[in-house]
Nanobody, 125 residues
Framework: QAQLVESGGGLVQAGGSLRLSCVAS????????MGWFRQTPGKERDFVAA????????YYADSVEGRFTITRDNAWNTVHLQMASLQPEDTAVYYC??????????????????WGQGTQVTVSS
């Protein structure tokens, strides 16, 4: 069955960088919009970044614009999130998600059909 598996989380000091990866299997990757979301305890899952299935459009939350970069590699069924200038407020569980809708509100978690298990990112001050 289709699944997404994230990796790359960890502990980093403020100002540091991390690269998250998400590998998809069991689906036709190029047909899916791919997104990254994050969640902290007791809060809703927030949009971070997304890459359209057309392969030419990227979207970012205002809070990460200019610091995070999303890329996708359809040959390897992989989407990455390069995170730089990390701050303690970036601490969260980061989730990869996939959606195959023709029309999508790409920043809304409810639009996504498939989720990974999440990877913890902790930024110390």
């Amino acid at each position: 069955q289709a699944q997404l598996v994230e990796s790359g989380g960890g502990l980093v000091q403020a100002g540091g960088s991390l690269r998250l990866s998400c590998v998809a299997s069991g689906l036709t990757f190029s047909e899916y919009h791919m997104g990254w979301f994050r969640q902290t305890p007791g809060k809703e899952r927030d949009f971070v970044a997304a890459f359209s299935r057309s392969g030419d459009l990227t979207y970012y939350a205002d809070s990460v614009e200019g610091r995070f970069t999303i890329t996708r590699d359809n040959a390897w069924n992989t989407v990455h999130l390069q995170m730089a200038s990390l701050q303690p407020e970036d601490t969260a569980v980061y989730y990869c998600a996939a959606a195959d809708r023709d029309t999508i509100s790409i920043s809304r978690p409810g639009q996504y059909d498939l989720w990974g298990q999440g990877t913890q990112v902790t930024v110390s001050s």
